[in-house]
């Protein structure tokens, strides 16, 4: 069955850096859009990051541009989101996402896949 599986979250200070990863199983990896998205208590899930399906093409909303870097590797079914320079208004749980298009992961909607998310705390 298919599997998106986050892993690398954790407790950071700020100023800090975490590393994402989300391993992919179950479908055709390498013809999927994917992406990160972040929900903070209290708030709505928002899109942070997007990657299309061969790497040519990333997107960020605009408070992470210059901080966190999203790549994949398709040969190993996995994607990665690189935090760097983190601030307390990180902190969120962030999911891990596949669309068939990097639009539907930017604007969240026809997202196929979801993980259950990977808890990113950032203190001060």
């Known amino acids: 069955q298919v599997q998106l599986v986050e892993s690398g979250g954790g407790l950071v200070q700020a100023g800090g850096s975490l590393r994402l990863s989300c391993a992919a199983s179950?479908?055709?990896?390498?013809?999927?859009?994917m992406g990160w998205f972040r929900q903070a208590p209290g708030k709505e899930r928002e899109f942070v990051a997007a990657?299309?399906?061969?790497?040519?093409?990333?997107d960020y909303v605009d408070s992470v541009k210059g901080r966190f870097t999203i790549s994949r590797d398709n040969a190993k079914n996995t994607v990665t989101l690189q935090m760097n320079s983190l601030k307390v208004g990180d902190t969120a749980v962030y999911y891990c996402?596949?669309?068939?298009?990097?639009?539907?992961?930017?604007?969240?909607?026809?997202?196929?896949?979801w993980g259950q998310g990977t808890q990113v705390t950032v203190s001060s």
């Open positions: 990657i299309r399906y061969n790497g040519a093409m990333t």
């Open positions: 996402a596949a669309a068939g298009s990097m639009r539907s992961i930017r604007y969240g909607n026809n997202v196929n896949y």
């Open positions: 179950g479908f055709i990896f390498s013809s999927y859009a």
